[in-house]
T-cell receptor, first 115, second 113 residues
Framework: EAGVAQSPRYKIIEKRQSVAFWCNPI?????LYWYQQILGQGPKLLIQ????????DSQLPKDRFSAERLKGVDSTLKIQPAKLEDSAVYLC?????????????FGPGTRLTVL | GESVGLHLPTLSVQEGDNSIINCAYS??????FIWYKQESGKGPQFIID?????DKRQGQRVTVLLNKTVKHLSLQIAATQPGDSAVYFC????????????FGKGTKLSVKP
């Protein structure tokens, strides 16, 4: 079974530029998550989708971050404009989450460096 | 605020020894706990989980212990191998869903040959 795919693996941009990350979850997984992991810290949830609907985006900085999962499969996370403090690894995870919770499987992440 | 924390940022053990990684949590409402392993350049990998109605759960070479009285979680790795070298995170959820995972900062485990 293929795991969670993410691209690109690395991205370097200057502050105030825009950037987008792509995630393809495990086939059949209804729930998709985006996390931000700052160096030396644990991942922090940004947004959770159930199919193509948003379940939780309470920690998403909505003035600059946006995410979509239009067809309930792939997802894109965008930052516009980027700030220095956005330098981090952006992790995508997916789970089946059938009534009661299920294991979250993580992708390899996209390492973003903002100069 | 409520968060998951770890007692030791680094742990160094000899190959073949047992490892114990500790975690303290502060949210008494948390009802599900998970341990993840993260190798350099990779995403977190699920190791083992435990629900709040249990105090011990065993997997292959790993055991998780939950002490709700003192809000403490530990991961025991038997016969630690070089491949176990990684950063280990505990995470907690509340409300019966894995959606609201709150991660601690992590413990780096180094295995000496």
């Amino acid at each position: 079974e293929a795991g969670v795919a993410q691209s690109p693996r690395y991205k370097i941009i200057e502050k105030r530029q825009s950037v987008a990350f792509w995630c393809n979850p495990i086939s059949g997984h209804a729930t998709l998550y985006w996390y931000q992991q700052i160096l030396g810290q644990g991942p922090k949830l940004l947004i959770q989708f159930q199919n193509n609907g948003v379940v939780d985006d309470s920690q998403l900085p909505k003035d600059r971050f946006s995410a979509e999962r239009l067809k309930g499969v792939d997802s894109t996370l965008k930052i516009q404009p980027a700030k220095l403090e956005d330098s981090a690894v952006y992790l995508c995870a997916s789970s089946t989450l059938r009534g009661g919770g299920d294991t979250q499987y993580f992708g390899p992440g996209t390492r973003l460096t903002v100069l | 605020g409520e968060s998951v924390g770890l007692h030791l940022p680094t742990l160094s053990v000899q190959e073949g020894d047992n490892s114990i990684i500790n975690c303290a949590y502060s949210n008494s409402a948390s009802d599900y706990f998970i341990w993840y392993k993260q190798e350099s350049g990779k995403g977190p990998q699920f190791i083992i989980d435990i629900r709040s109605n249990m105090d011990k759960r065993q997997g292959q070479r790993v055991t998780v212990l939950l002490n709700k009285t003192v809000k403490h979680l530990s991961l025991q790795i038997a016969a630690t191998q070089p491949g176990d070298s990684a950063v280990y995170f505990c995470a907690e959820t509340y409300g019966g869903s894995q959606g609201n995972l709150i991660f601690g900062k992590g413990t780096k485990l180094s295995v000496k040959p």
